[in-house]
């Protein structure tokens, strides 16, 4: 069956394909069938049922063979997606083995089957954002080592204040990619678990083969068996979505600082260009950027879907009214802006067009003025930090009142030249020699994205 007509008009910009495929109505489906499928081989393994309903089972548990709109329907109704799914399995097995119907969904509950599709799912979008996230941090670090020695302007509060290095702003962004790799890695023993439980969480119905039953199922879906069921806890996913969460604010990151640096009035580094890419209807010479903007607006609405989840977590007793559907679309909404923002980031990093004389030219708009630290520290060791600091500070004034280089300035100052050479001051002023520790940390980070890649 084909799926329900939706609205996909911003999915490729917003969404990458693979990951909206896990959340379709087809990828939905087929995980909660792929739980039934596995329960029925699990009870037969312990006796439970017959070996021979396991095949009949399995032959309809294929996602193609079910009725979307019937089934959106029929959840009206049910107030669940595994009710009518469950209902629609049988009678698709009774049509070719009547005997194997009567051992469907034998012991487990609605949530069991949902819930456990759902880390299914999770395991796939896991798998698509591990994979992105490995390759931004290799493309991060290339360029961090390609750019490590090219000079900036660093910015704060918007203004400029002291050289970088756009090798390490790009290292910050790396070192961001990699904790975010290193909390989904740790997360995952949390994550990936069954959920099977049963009416109440007791699996009272299946007597002393529960835990049998429950052993083997999450051998069969490659999952681990928690020590409890998790109905009503539902820390697990949140964390999960905090991770995301992490993840598109970092990227988020990464989309405001490219954003910036293409304004017109920096011009320093762009998105890589591409016929009809960041057009204007109306201006023919804008080249806006199209792929921080998805950056942006992902890390603007995640955490509005993250606060659902939240909300979600006081859920009533052993069954929760209300907050377990809130979670429904809102964990698989979170993946998929994530996803759409990491194939967007990826474009970035990749092709990102560097303007270093640009960069140069904008670290002299201020005359100097950005390198008056750098003078003040050595002046500071020959006449005290006060008075160094207020000679500066008066030095500076005269520049932007005269609309001269501090640099001249500088050398017409007495009290200056007495302790600073030509030589020192011009050293003192080039951008280059006041870089820090900044190829340190481009080193450190891309050792560290190293380490958990190897």
Same mark, same amino acid.
């Given at each position: ?39 029925? !081989? ?5 006796? =439970? ?56 969904? *034998? ?12 880390? =299914?799912?999770? !395991? ?66 949390? =994550? ?53 969460? *992490? ?47 998805? =950056? ?107 609309? !001269? ?29 006041? *870089? ?19």
């Amino acid at each position: 069956m084909n799926q329900r007509p939706g609205n996909q008009l911003f999915d490729a910009y917003f969404t990458a394909r693979d990951m909206r495929d896990v959340f379709c109505d087809q990828g939905r489906v087929q995980a909660m069938l792929d739980f039934e499928a596995a329960l029925a !081989r699990a009870e037969a393994k312990v006796g =439970l049922i017959p070996q021979t309903a396991v095949a009949p089972i399995e032959a309809a548990c294929r996602a193609e063979h079910y009725d979307f709109a019937a089934l959106a329907e029929a959840i009206a109704t049910a107030g669940n997606s595994a009710i009518p799914l469950v209902k629609a399995l049988g009678k698709q097995i009774a049509t070719t083995a009547a005997e194997a119907e009567r051992y469907v969904h *034998l012991g487990a509950t609605s949530q069991d089957v949902m819930d456990t599709g759902l880390v =299914l799912q999770l !395991r796939r979008a896991l798998e698509l954002i591990e994979g992105d996230l490995s390759q931004l941090g290799e493309t991060l670090s290339t360029q961090a080592r390609r750019y490590v020695a090219t000079p900036l302007a660093g910015r704060t509060w918007l203004q400029h204040a002291t050289p970088v290095t756009l090798g390490m702003k790009i290292a910050g962004w790396l070192g961001a990619v990699t904790r975010s790799r290193q909390r989904l890695q740790e997360l995952k023993p949390r =994550l990936l678990v069954l959920q099977f439980g049963g009416a109440s969480g007791t699996l009272a119905a299946l007597g002393t083969q529960a835990m049998p039953i429950a052993d083997a199922l999450a051998a069969e879906l490659h999952l681990t068996l928690p020590d409890q069921p998790w109905h009503t806890q539902r820390d697990r996913l949140v964390e999960f979505g905090s991770v995301l969460g *992490l993840i598109a604010g970092s990227l988020g990151k990464l989309g405001r600082d490219i954003s910036l640096l293409m304004q017109t009035e920096a011009g320093e580094v762009f998105e890589p260009s591409a016929p009809g890419k960041g057009g204007s209807s109306t201006m023919p010479h804008k080249r806006n950027p199209v792929s921080a903007a998805v =950056l942006i607006g992902a890390a603007t609405r995640v955490p509005g879907l993250l606060s659902t989840l939240f909300s979600a977590m006081p859920q009533e007793h052993e069954r929760s009214l209300g907050l377990w559907h809130a979670e429904w679309e809102t964990l698989p909404e979170i993946c998929c802006l994530v996803s759409g923002s990491l194939k967007q980031a990826l474009l970035v990093a990749d092709g990102l067009e560097v303007d270093a004389e640009r960069m140069a030219r904008n670290l002299d708009l201020t005359q100097g003025l950005v390198l008056a630290e750098a003078v003040s520290i050595v002046l500071a060791q020959r006449v005290g930090r006060d008075t160094a600091h207020h000679l500066l500070e008066q030095c500076c004034k005269r520049a932007v009142a005269e609309q !001269r280089h501090l640099r001249a300035v500088l050398g017409d100052e007495p009290q200056v030249t007495a302790e600073l050479s030509a030589a020192e001051l011009d050293h003192l002023l080039d951008p280059a020699n006041y *870089l820090g520790q900044s190829r340190t940390w481009v080193e450190r980070a891309v050792a560290e994205h190293s380490a958990l890649t190897a």
